[in-house]
């Protein structure tokens, strides 16, 4: 079955290193996902990775994929006070209709203490 | 700015009132997803319509209906309202439906439900 596990809180001072991280129950996922939702606002994607991969960088952010711990996490490089927003872990699987199915974690708040 | 739009952004009602929130997809998406966010139950998944039809379901209460109009808009309804329905509620939008390949989900901004 699908389930995403998140830490509900993480708290870093600006300038250090940020890792948020997920855990998944469905080792048929296919793509593992990072959201951001800033305060009253919607999510936004921020990186994605495909299952066959174990590591994806894009400027800052750093994701690392363990399958064989079904383990997701998401480094942020010298966290910034506008980093701060909760962020959201999501993997879709295939359903037996041929269509991907989205599962979100629980969302890891992050504050970013100045 | 996803493209997503939703209205109206917020609604306060009262319990067993009915509301309906109301969704645009990005220009060209054929699919629209529809979430609830509560502070105890993280982000739901509720439904998706891809084309007019519905293709998944999640989540959704028998006292909540949705439908996506040809003009691929969608509305959520919302009836017998109980205290424990306030959340936000987020739309989605995305171009293939999830089907083959990589697909992201595109979020409106949300409406706040908030049930008295």
């Known amino acids: 079955g699908e389930d995403v596990e998140q830490s509900l809180f993480l708290s870093v001072r600006e300038g250090d290193s940020s890792v948020i991280n997920c855990t998944y129950t469905?080792?048929?996922?296919?793509?593992l996902y990072w959201y951001k939702q800033e305060p009253g606002a919607g999510l936004q994607l921020l990186t994605y990775?495909?299952?066959?991969?174990d590591m994806k960088q894009d400027q800052r952010l750093t994701v690392l994929l363990n399958k064989k711990d079904k383990h997701l996490s998401l480094r942020i490089a010298d966290t910034q006070t506008g980093d701060s927003a909760i962020y959201f872990c999501?993997?879709?699987?295939?359903?037996?209709?041929?269509?991907?199915?989205?599962?979100f974690g629980t969302g890891t708040k992050l504050q970013v203490i100045p | 700015d996803s493209g997503v739009t939703q209205t109206p952004k917020h609604l306060i009602t009262a319990t067993g009132q009915r509301v309906t929130l109301r969704c645009s997809p990005r220009?060209?998406?054929?699919?629209v997803y529809w979430y609830q966010q509560s502070l105890d139950q993280g982000l739901q998944f509720l439904i998706q319509?891809?084309?007019?039809?519905?293709?998944a379901k999640g989540n959704i209460l028998e006292r909540f209906s949705a439908q996506q109009f040809p003009d691929l808009h969608s509305e959520l309804n919302l009836s017998s309202l109980e205290l424990g329905d306030s959340a936000l509620y987020f739309c989605?939008?995305?171009?293939?439906?999830?089907?083959?390949?990589?697909?992201?989900?595109?979020f409106g901004p949300g409406t706040r439900l908030t049930v008295l």
């Open positions: 319509y891809y084309n007019g039809e519905e293709r």
């Open positions: 999501a993997e879709s699987i295939y359903n037996s209709g041929g269509y991907q199915k989205v599962t």
């Open positions: 989605a939008s995305s171009l293939r439906g999830l089907t083959s390949g990589y697909d992201e989900q595109f």
């Open positions: 469905d080792s048929s996922s296919t793509y």
């Open positions: 220009s060209g998406d054929l699919s």
């Open positions: 990775i495909f299952s066959n991969m």
